[in-house]
């Protein structure tokens, strides 16, 4: 465990260190050296816990009331604990070419914050005491913070920013209950007090679940919950938004599985819960995600669509073991497990693409951006495979996790009877509505930003960005394939790793997932066929016309002697006949410019569609608490006199209270 906590501590020393350093490029590159070097140092002991389930602790007195400085390391943990330090560490070299565009600014600060947020995720997954995990928690949010608000100069990104702190500090006081009713009744602050909790009823449970969901869940982005995550990320730079995405909402998720582990039992109306939570959070998600113009506010509403397909999966194995199906169990948690690393993977990947994209067009916009595939053909093939993996196409690991949770509700409905059918065909049918919007959504996406042609000239001047940024991306996008190919392998690591949620032994994981592992391994060999075959087609390709000229003309243009990029698809035209059909839901709102006259000089349509839970929950909440906060200044006087009057009033009350 010392190993682990020294990988931490390089971490955190480094960017301590890189405040104090001046030169702009040596900063970055010293902290993101330190987050590698301490990531490879702590990864070694977790790679080795999560392969032989053993559990490595560490405990040290805390001169804190109820804390203690105890850590450990087992298999959930580990499995958590990875995706944070190689994903940090992949975005860390991004930040190298990426934090260059800010020269001229002292980038110590945001590289100091950077690396507490990875020591704070870090600790998040290791803490076994409920005061140093609210440390740790308190760590990664307001580094995260302060880290969205780098560009504070814009009224938009400081904006953001309190919503963020807002919204993060209403989970950390759902966490705050959550652990004060969990130490009544455990008479601990300890997680390991699952023993003592069972004398607690199902009443205490189910309140400590929701305490928890609440809490986690506002982390997460479940929705309605999900307020900061379209504001922060498009506001934050796109390193942060990637590490945020990709890494940080998973602490939430992670909260959530190890509540669950803790509880001594289970209700099945968590998992109705979950899964009705996780459809309502998945649709919307990506619903949302359709009607964007912003790409990075698109990816973070996708964010919250893969969120929903998490919490579904966890739902799935909450009520396999509340219903006793065993398949049920552990192919919900163990496909939840895998799409929360996959989702890791690629959608880091898909926010350091917008990254390049921003970095070298300067714009979010779709609708002014179109043919960047032919300026930044690197970017646009890494994006392309992160696309096809968060769409859950065949064979990339977005496929792998979505088919987990299929096979394991179809096989509960096939083989546990009349019970769970209600509750897996609502599963299949959100995952199978969820999927089909994926893929027009970023369908949408890449050909907008990345086909056709310029639609102004911001893109005609693009160019492809640094070798730091390009090798991170293709990182990513290699694991994209490499998880996918090798999910036969990596799906039993999984499944053992969420036994502890499931209680089953070793024998009944194997038994329940070797037909998936089976299936899995043919479609990889599969896809191994195609590839090699394909890379062959190329080889041969290139042979034949390295003998032969190549020359160059205008594509056919069907007649069309003058196509502009104004004849193309703009991101509104693409997704209008879906978004127009859920308008009761989206609540869209266009203005155009009604066309009167044959052959018009000019026209004009705008579309916006404006979140729904912020719109008409949370705003008209705040200006309520607004106006009610505006009629208290009259207990604001300002003068000294007056506040020691308040003391004494609030302490001549308490002890009239404690004499009664």
Excluded at 284 to 290: D, E, I, K, P, S
Excluded at 518 to 540: C, E, K, R, Y
Aim: a positive charge.
């Amino acid at each position: 465990m010392s190993i682990v906590l020294a990988g931490l501590c390089v971490i955190a020393l480094t960017g301590f260190v890189s405040l104090f350093i001046k030169n702009e490029k040596r900063c970055v590159r010293f902290g993101a050296a330190g987050v590698v070097a301490g990531s490879i140092i702590s990864v070694v002991p977790a790679a080795k816990v999560l392969i032989s389930g053993s559990i490595i602790s560490l405990t040290a007195d805390w001169q804190v009331p109820y804390g203690s400085f105890s850590v450990e390391l087992d298999s959930l943990s580990a499995l958590f604990l990875i995706p944070v330090l190689l994903i940090s560490s992949i975005i860390a070299i991004y930040a190298c070419g990426y934090m260059l565009a800010y020269k001229g600014r002292r980038l110590g600060v945001p590289t100091f914050f950077f690396n507490m947020l990875v020591a704070g995720m870090a600790m998040v997954v290791i803490s076994r005491n409920s005061i140093l995990f609210l440390v740790a928690w308190e760590v990664m949010s307001l580094a995260s913070y302060f880290l969205v608000t780098f560009d504070d100069e814009h009224e938009s990104v400081r904006q953001a920013g309190w919503i963020y702190l807002i919204a993060t500090h209403i989970g950390t006081a759902f966490l705050l209950a959550f652990f004060i009713l969990l130490g009544k009744y455990s008479g601990t602050l300890s997680f390991d007090s699952a023993a003592v909790l069972s004398s607690a009823g199902p009443t205490t449970l189910s309140i400590l679940f929701l305490l928890s969901l609440v809490g986690f869940g506002t982390k997460a982005g479940i929705m309605p919950l999900h307020v900061w995550l379209p504001e922060a990320h498009p506001a934050a730079p796109s390193h942060v938004s990637a590490i945020m995405s990709g890494v940080m909402i998973k602490m939430g998720i992670y909260g959530i599985v190890r509540t669950i582990y803790i509880l001594p039992t289970v209700e099945v109306w968590w998992g109705w819960l979950l899964i009705g939570l996780g459809a309502i959070t998945g649709i919307l998600g990506v619903l949302f995600a359709l009607a964007q113009h912003d790409f990075k506010r698109m990816l973070a509403y996708s964010s919250v669509e893969n969120i929903g397909i998490i919490i579904i999966g966890l739902g799935l194995g909450v009520v396999g073991v509340a219903q006793g199906s065993q398949v049920l169990a552990i192919l919900g948690f163990a496909g939840a497990l895998m799409h929360t690393i996959n989702h890791s993977i690629f959608k880091s990947l898909l926010f350091m693409g917008a990254g390049a994209i921003l970095h070298t067009t300067g714009t979010r916009y779709m609708d002014l951006l179109g043919g960047l595939i032919k300026r930044m053909p690197k970017t646009a093939a890494a994006f392309a495979i992160g696309s096809v993996a968060i769409c859950g196409l065949p064979p990339l690991n977005g496929f792998v996790s979505e088919f987990i949770l299929y096979y394991g509700s179809f096989s509960a409905a096939i083989t546990d009877g009349l019970p769970l059918v209600a509750t897996t065909v609502g599963a299949i049918a959100s995952l199978s509505v969820i999927g089909g919007f994926a893929l027009a959504a970023f369908t949408k996406l890449f050909g907008i930003v990345f086909l056709g042609e310029s639609r102004c000239p911001l893109p005609a001047h693009s160019h492809e960005v640094t070798a730091e940024m390009n090798f991170a991306m293709w990182i990513l996008a290699g694991l994209c394939v490499i998880v996918g190919l090798a999910a036969p392998l990596i799906l039993p690591v999984v499944a053992s790793a969420s036994a502890s949620l499931t209680a089953l032994s070793a024998d009944q994981i194997t038994a329940q997932i070797s037909p998936v592992k089976n299936i899995l391994f043919i479609i990889s060999m599969v896809s191994v066929t195609l590839i090699v075959f394909v890379l062959i087609l190329m080889f041969l390709r290139k042979k034949m016309l390295a003998k032969n000229p190549v020359t160059q003309s205008p594509t056919w243009d069907c007649g069309y002697i003058g196509a502009t990029s104004r004849m193309q698809y703009t991101s509104s035209s693409f997704s209008h006949p879906i978004v127009d059909m859920f308008k009761s839901v989206l609540y869209s709102k266009s203005k155009s410019e009604k066309i009167t006259k044959l052959f018009p000089q000019q026209a004009q349509f705008e579309s916006h569609t404006p979140d729904v839970s912020s719109e008409y929950l949370y705003r008209p909440i705040f200006k309520w608490v607004d106006a009610l906060m505006s009629k208290m200044h009259w207990v604001q006087y300002g003068v000294v006199q007056m506040y020691v009057l308040y003391i004494a009033i609030t302490l001549i009350i308490l002890m009239v209270w404690k004499l009664r």
